[in-house]
């Protein structure tokens, strides 16, 4: 039989989480003849190559880079050998349910336009390393707290003086997902989005992540895979969705799909690669909804908010084209500023003065009767959205 189905892990330094990975891959109830699993070997340092030996019941494929080359890069080559008609892009150390790739196959058959993502996203503690953050701590200790399996589970792995990872989760708790749900929360971040999102939400690419989603090999080739551009960590995915989005693909959430995705040590400077991504992202899209997403660099995860705007701007820039156009540009201009002041380690204060309007007399006075007026149309939430970015 041919390959339909094209499983694709870039992956770099995540061993052994991402053996467990592949244990939940073997547990699949989809026809072992029709998938594939590429695991891309983005030049890892760890013992990740091992696993160039392993043996899987699926046509399993190791390609290891000779260089580290960054997540987008990886996923391209992913992509340019997939044999599959259908790709499911799933981060390395993710352990899925057995109907995963079952599930994300069938919602294909009949919809040749749609990026498709589990709906039930967790995280979970396979392992506890030393190198966690008081956060991550902090969450596992409120699970060994309510959970007297997992208390079991570390008191029996645990070995005094040891600054080796805990292992918590073996090969055989792949095949019970109520085994591991005991060392599982549900990832708020993800919880968020899924709580706006409907058939008109607004911003439906950003529930495009490649911790997991399914879509046609031909809609990826048709926008070009993922800009390499994006170095390190984040939003390479959302920029891929949007452009996704952009033309024409529907997106869903699939509430019969669960996912685990295994906590790990955080990356050095995740978070200035992601700051240097989104500024990026902006420039290359200059639109309200990208820019939108700066409001999470002030703290903001509130996406019905983000969808009351966009509908609100949408109906503006429509029923009043020659109308606002002052106010419209400051709200770019002051939305890309943040990640702006982000990236230059300064703090998010005085954006009207930081992006020059203060200092604009005429724009600042035709700004201010423009946002005085909104209140008269009943735009409340892109009054509101001025309003937060003005008290920064």
Known sequence: MSIEVSVILPSYNRYPLNMLS???????????????????DDASTDETHLLQNYSAPYPFRYIRNKTNLGRSKSRNIGIKKARGDILIFLDAEVIVDPDFVKNHYQRHLSNEQLVVTGKNTNKVFSFLFPEFTQSQLGTFEEIVHHSPLVKNRLETNVKKNSN?????????DCRSFSTIKHFSVPKKYEQNIMRAFSDDFRLPWISCTTLNHSVKKKLVDSVGGFDEQFIGHGLEDYEYGYRLYKAGT?????????????????????????TKNLIYF???????????????????????FMDNIMAEYQALSQNYPAM???FKKAILVLLQQIPLLKAEGKPVTSL?????????????????????????????????????????
Request: proline fraction near 3%.
């Open 22 to 40: 592949l244990y939940a891959l073997k547990n699949q109830t989809f026809d072992f003849s029709k998938m594939e699993v590429l695991l891309i």
């Open 164 to 172: 080796k990872p805990v292992q918590l989760l073996f090969e055989e």
């Open 250 to 274: 529907n997106f869903s959430y699939d509430p019969n799909i669960y996912i685990y995705h295994q906590e790990h040590p955080k990356e050095k400077d995740w978070k200035e690669h992601e």
């Open 282 to 304: 902006q420039q290359k899209h200059p639109y309200i909804d990208v820019c939108l997403l700066s409001l999470e660099r002030i703290h903001v995860y509130d996406y019905k």
């Open 324 to 326: 606002f156009n002052d």
């Open 352 to 392: 009207l003065k930081s992006t020059g309007i203060e200092d604009d007399e005429e724009w600042r006075n035709r700004l201010l009767i423009e946002h005085k007026a909104l209140g008269k149309y009943g735009l409340e939430n892109l009054t509101k959205l001025f309003d937060l970015l003005i008290r920064h």
